[in-house]
């Protein structure tokens, strides 16, 4: 089993770059796909980008390429989300998530840990 716990969101005007951790403690952190997720109130929760358990591999949702980066520290356990650019689309409350897997997947039934979420608000 393992705990995620999110951090870095806020307030940011449009344009603007936020930078979101998510620290990882329990069984060894290089052993899950990594995965962000966001929601907003009334839809379903929506992939926004994941990397591969060594890193090398990552994966975007098309609304976010080019702007936002995922990452990964295995040594300090943690996982990021580097957001550039921001739009007030981007609003909502952003979720970590692991997957015991190989595979790097994009739905969210298949990730099986998740953090409690942290708001990012993007103001135009």
């Known amino acids: 089993q393992v705990q995620l716990v999110e951090s870095g969101g806020g307030l940011v005007q449009a344009g603007g770059s936020l930078r979101l951790s998510c620290a990882a403690s329990?069984?060894?952190?290089?052993?899950?796909?990594m995965g962000w997720f966001r929601q907003t109130p009334g839809k379903e929760r929506e992939f926004v980008a994941a990397?591969?358990?060594?890193?090398?591999?990552?994966h975007y949702a098309d609304s976010v390429k080019g702007r936002f980066t995922i990452s990964r520290d295995n040594a300090k356990t943690t996982v990021y989300l580097q957001m550039n650019s921001l739009k007030p689309e981007d609003t909502a409350v952003y979720y970590c998530?692991?997957?015991?897997?190989?595979?790097?997947?994009?739905?969210?039934?298949?990730?099986?840990?998740w953090g409690q979420g942290t708001q990012v608000t993007v103001s135009s």
């Open positions: 329990g069984r060894t952190f290089s052993s899950y796909v």
């Open positions: 990397i591969s358990r060594s890193g090398l591999y990552t």
């Open positions: 998530a692991a997957d015991e897997t190989v595979v790097v997947r994009t739905l969210a039934y298949e990730y099986d840990y």
